[in-house]
């Protein structure tokens, strides 16, 4: 998981309250589970930034190849 969240962008800072969490056990489980889900939410944000950053790029690069 801190692997995927680092690939993700997600700040240090959120890593270690994860991984603080996580050593606390059971009692952290909603905690988690809550942090999981907005990270989710986040990366899912990035992703569509970057699709429409793709697709502007790509139209403009078949602007220029046509000129």
């Known amino acids: 998981m801190i692997q ?3 690939m993700a962008y997600i700040p240090i ?3 270690k309250e994860y991984v603080s969490l996580l050593i606390r056990g059971g009692e952290t489980l909603e905690q988690r589970f809550v942090m999981v889900q907005n990270h ?3 990366i ?3 992703m569509t930034n970057l699709q429409n950053a793709l697709d502007l ?3 403009k690069l078949s ?3 046509k000129l």
Do not use: A, P, V
């Open 57 to 59: 790029t790509q139209k």
């Open 4 to 6: 995927c969240m680092r």
């Open 40 to 42: 989710l939410k986040d």
């Open 13 to 15: 800072q959120s890593i």
């Open 44 to 46: 899912k944000n990035q």
């Open 63 to 65: 602007f220029y190849e």
